[in-house]
């Protein structure tokens, strides 16, 4: 089963630290839309044998298109694709575009599914990170939610903030525990190039927090979430049992995806492709029906690659049979080296014919998927 990820290109303001693609005036809504759904039609048959699982709405900012925007483009993906066995409909809402009765359209659309952009519910680190809402519209949010049926509500943190202190993280943790959502995704702040936070690193008004200190809002998170009924699934993500992303879960597994709308991402059948990163390109490249993304194969080295990095931050790992049914013998006797040596370490283990990375290693995921690595 294959996923569909839609790319909406709006926020109202940049945060920080964000490096998705998006611009700030919405006034090409209207043509945005129309292309998009033009694009739906054009990549009809990328997934034509397949079912369609989940559809996920990004960005950007998905809540700043109206109902009639969303269910236009969600009736365009019923008219093109086999969606009738779809069994999650995500969209990204950010809290302050929250009403009910814009909730309720949603539900009527047919999305089951809401991700919000919390952060944190510490109204002067929302401020430092530029998020436009405050943590109590985030706390109504949620309450607004479930109100208009939503059962599935995932809420995203961010941690390894400058000048975060552990008691402001511990508050942030227990206030989400507290809104009873079933799933959690929890990223410590990277500080990419062309982002505002990066200009002020590079410029010393801000430094990274310390490894020590990482650790340790790590471990609280996977502490108190694991003690609230949370599954550490993945590196970066927590659900109640059973309701893992299916979305992303399909990624981690190396599923096709289609991915549209500007600078949008696709998997399929081993070729990677990518739509281009300017809205106003790809208004008049899908309209003027020329070339409006590039791709690539994957190698055998680029499969192996993605294999052990999407499977080693998952709580399941990396499975032998698949690996080795990808693989060629020189990717395998890599692999058999660094898996000796990275056992021998206590770094991953070897369970029922998948590779794990230990508990207590966890948070140097990254390192130890490097170690692992064709370069
Ligand atoms: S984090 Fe979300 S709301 Fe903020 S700029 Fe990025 S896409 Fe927009």
Same mark, same amino acid.
């Given at each position: ?26 006034? @090409? ?34 809540s ?17 694709f086999?969606i ?50 405050s !943590? ?6 949620v309450?607004? !939610? ?36 079933q ?10 190039p ?54 992303? @879960? ?38 003027? !029906? ?16 993605e ?36 056992? !021998?370490?206590g770094?991953?283990y ?26």
């Amino acid at each position: 089963m294959a996923g569909i990820y839609i790319h909406v290109p709006y926020c109202i303001q940049k945060c920080g630290y964000c490096d998705f693609y998006s611009i700030i005036r919405l006034t @090409s809504k209207e043509d945005f839309v129309a292309t998009l759904i033009k694009e739906i039609e054009i990549r009809k048959s990328a997934l034509v044998k397949e079912g369609i699982q989940t559809i996920y709405f990004g960005g950007g900012t998905p809540s700043l298109l109206s109902i009639d925007e969303l269910g236009r483009i969600y009736k365009a993906l019923k008219e093109h694709f086999d969606i009738s066995n779809v069994q999650e409909v995500t969209i990204e809402v950010n809290p302050d575009d929250v009403t009910h009765d814009f909730l309720k359209s949603l539900k009527n659309i047919g999305f089951n599914r809401l991700s919000m952009g919390v952060q944190s519910f510490n109204n002067k680190i929302l401020a430092f990170m530029n998020r436009r809402h405050s !943590a109590d519209q985030a706390k109504n949010a949620v309450q607004i !939610a479930k109100q208009a049926g939503f059962n599935n509500i995932s809420i995203d943190l961010i941690y390894g903030i400058p000048n975060m202190s552990m008691e402001c993280w511990r508050d942030s943790i227990d206030q989400t525990i507290d809104m009873d959502v079933q799933h959690i995704s929890a990223y410590h702040l990277t500080f990419e190039p062309d982002t505002p936070f990066f200009t002020k690193l590079k410029r010393n008004e801000i430094q990274e927090i310390k490894d020590d200190d990482s650790l340790q809002q790590y471990n609280l998170l996977v502490k108190r979430l694991t003690e609230a009924g949370f599954i550490d699934y993945e590196i970066s993500n927590f659900s109640k049992p059973s309701l893992e992303s299916q979305h992303n @879960s399909n990624y981690w597994k190396g599923n096709n995806y289609l991915g549209l709308g500007p600078s949008a991402h696709s998997f399929i059948n081993q070729v990677r492709s990518w739509n281009v990163s300017d809205l106003n390109e790809y208004i008049s490249l899908v309209n003027n !029906a020329k070339n409006f993304s590039e791709q690539e194969e994957l190698s055998f080295k680029d499969i192996y690659n993605e294999t052990i990095m999407l499977g080693l931050r998952t709580r399941k790992g990396v499975d032998l049979k698949q690996l080795k049914h990808d693989g060629n013998p020189e990717i395998l006797s890599h692999f058999s080296k660094e898996l000796k040596i990275n056992m !021998a370490a206590g770094n991953v283990y070897e369970q029922e014919g998948f590779i794990r990375i230990s508990d207590d290693k966890k948070f140097l995921t990254d390192k130890i998927i490097s170690n692992f690595f064709i370069v």
